[in-house]
C-alpha cells in the first residue's frame, strides 16, 4: 500500500537555526511528493513538489526539500527559521496506483522559539 | 487571481439532518477533489473528478454521502442523516490537471453534528 509517514509530532528550533521536517514514503513506481503548509483555521498552502530531476527542490518562503531515493525520504529543510515558520506540515505523495488522490501524512507542527 | 473557495466556512447542524457543502474550483481547472480532516490527522481523500464525471468516489465513508459537479465547475457534497462522526473540516482542492499536477486547497468547511 501507498504511504508517507511523519515520524515526529513535533520539531522545536530556535529562530535563526536551521530546521528539517522529516518525511519518508512507500509507493509504486515514481514517486511524485509534495509538502504543504497548514496555518490555524486555514486550509493547506502549496509549499513545494518533487517530480523528478534535481533531488534538491525550492519551493516557497525559502524552504526546501531533498529526495533521497535510496531511503524513501523527502525532509523539509530551511536554513534560518522563522518564528512565522510556525504551522503544521504536511508530507503527500501522490497514489501512482488508483487516481491522482493525494495520500497524506499525520503532520508535523513546527514551533520556532525566539 | 482567485484561488479556491468553500462555502460555509462554518457548518453546525444537528444528527440527522441534512447538509449540503459548496466549493468554487480555481477558473480553468479541469480536476476537483474533496478530502475529509479530522483533529490531529491528515487529509483523507473522499472523491475525485475530471471535468463532470466523478472519476474515483473510493474514498466516501458510505452512501450517506454523495458529490456532484454538474457543470465541471462548482462542486458540492452532500451529506444525509448526518452523524456525529461526521464532523471534521472538509477541504475542497483542484488542479489544472491530472497526474503531478499541484493542487490548490480551499480554506475548508468545518462541520460539526450535534
Known amino acids: 500500500a501507498q504511504s508517507v509517514a511523519q515520524p515526529e509530532d513535533q520539531v522545536n528550533v530556535a529562530e535563526g537555526n536551521p530546521l528539517t521536517v522529516k518525511c519518508t514514503y512507500s509507493?509504486?513506481?515514481?514517486?511524485?511528493l509534495f509538502w504543504y503548509v497548514q496555518y490555524p483555521n486555514r486550509g493547506l498552502q502549496f509549499l513545494l513538489k518533487?517530480?523528478?530531476?534535481?533531488?534538491l527542490v525550492k519551493g516557497s518562503y525559502g524552504f526546501e526539500a531533498e529526495f533521497n531515493k535510496s531511503q524513501t525520504s523527502f525532509h523539509l529543510k530551511k536554513p534560518s527559521a522563522l518564528v512565522s515558520d510556525s504551522a503544521l506540515y504536511f508530507c503527500?505523495?501522490?497514489?501512482?496506483?488508483?487516481?491522482?488522490?493525494?495520500?497524506f501524512g499525520t503532520g508535523t507542527r513546527l514551533q520556532v522559539f525566539p | 487571481g482567485a484561488g479556491v473557495s468553500q462555502t460555509p466556512s462554518n457548518k453546525v447542524t444537528e444528527k440527522g439532518k441534512y447538509v449540503e457543502l459548496r466549493c468554487d474550483p480555481i477558473?480553468?481547472?479541469?480536476?476537483l477533489y474533496w478530502y475529509r480532516q479530522s483533529l490531529g490527522q491528515g487529509p483523507e481523500f473522499l472523491i475525485y473528478?475530471?471535468?463532470?464525471?466523478?472519476?474515483?468516489d473510493s474514498g466516501l465513508p458510505n452512501d450517506r454521502f454523495f458529490a456532484v459537479r454538474p457543470e465541471g465547475s462548482v462542486s458540492t457534497l452532500k451529506i444525509q442523516r448526518t452523524e456525529r462522526g461526521d464532523s471534521a473540516v472538509y477541504l475542497c482542492?483542484?488542479?489544472?490537471?491530472?497526474?503531478?499536477?499541484?493542487?490548490?486547497f480551499g480554506p475548508g468547511t468545518r462541520l460539526t453534528v450535534l
Open positions: 482542492a483542484s488542479s489544472l490537471g491530472t497526474g503531478p499536477d499541484t493542487q490548490y
Open positions: 477558473s480553468g481547472h479541469t480536476a
Open positions: 503527500a505523495v501522490r497514489d501512482n496506483v488508483n487516481t491522482d488522490k493525494l495520500i
Open positions: 473528478f475530471q471535468g463532470t464525471g466523478a472519476a474515483d
Open positions: 518533487y517530480i523528478t530531476g534535481d533531488n
Open positions: 509507493v509504486s513506481g515514481n514517486p511524485y
